[in-house]
């Protein structure tokens, strides 16, 4: 993948964890990196569920293999 995917992504998480924590009113750092690690597991998780559902709708033949990544 390029380099370009890597910084998207980095600034989706920093941005989502800046405006969830605007909204929640953090006050620590510890706070802060918490909600950052809990918005980068989720972005994470959905990508890898997304290519989980892929490769399963390629081996079941309902779709071409790849039509997601």
């Given amino acids: 993948m390029s380099l370009r995917f890597y ?3 980095f600034l989706v998480v ?3 964890t ?3 924590s605007w909204v ?3 006050r620590t750092r510890k706070e802060f990196f918490l909600i950052m690690l809990k918005v980068a597991l989720g972005f994470a998780g959905t990508g890898l569920g997304l290519y989980g559902l892929s490769e399963l ?3 079941l033949g309902i779709a071409q293999s790849g039509f997601i990544f």
């Fill in 7 to 9: 910084w998207i992504s």
């Fill in 14 to 16: 920093l941005i989502l």
């Fill in 18 to 20: 800046f405006i969830i």
């Fill in 24 to 26: 929640k009113q953090t």
């Fill in 57 to 59: 709708l390629a081996a």
